[in-house]
């Protein structure tokens, strides 16, 4: 499965960012995760769509949400009432997810660049 990320850019702090994750070949789940500059990469929110079960971390549980296309094979991340702690470079990768969190992922792209600040 390759993935790549698009969408993200510069954000005002309270504004939102539409990412979007492109997918080749098939997956039952989406993870996207971030890297901030000098820290290691976190998962924070995954989608399981055949379960509907989902996983959100704490820092951006209630403002980000993920989806998926099924026509497009393109998961959605959407991100709302951003803050500039949210600034990182934003990757998706197929894993594992259940509510108790996701697995290790196997393939990267790129990542898109998120900057919150005013």
């Known amino acids: 499965v390759r993935v790549e990320e698009s969408g993200g850019g510069l954000v005002q702090p309270g504004g939102s960012l539409n990412l979007s994750c492109t997918v080749s070949g098939f997956t039952y789940a989406i993870g996207w995760f971030r890297q901030a500059p000098g820290k290691e990469r976190l998962g924070v929110i995954c989608l399981n769509r055949a379960s509907r079960l989902s996983y959100s971390a704490d820092s951006v549980k209630g403002r980000f949400t993920v989806s998926v296309e099924n026509a497009k094979n393109t998961w959605y991340l959407q991100m709302n009432s951003l803050k500039p702690e949210d600034t990182a470079v934003y990757y998706c990768?197929?894993?594992?997810?259940?509510?108790?969190?996701?697995?290790?992922?196997?393939?990267w792209g790129q990542g898109t660049q998120v900057t919150v600040s005013s």
């Open positions: 990768a197929a894993v594992p997810c259940d509510p108790q969190g996701m697995g290790a992922a196997q393939n």
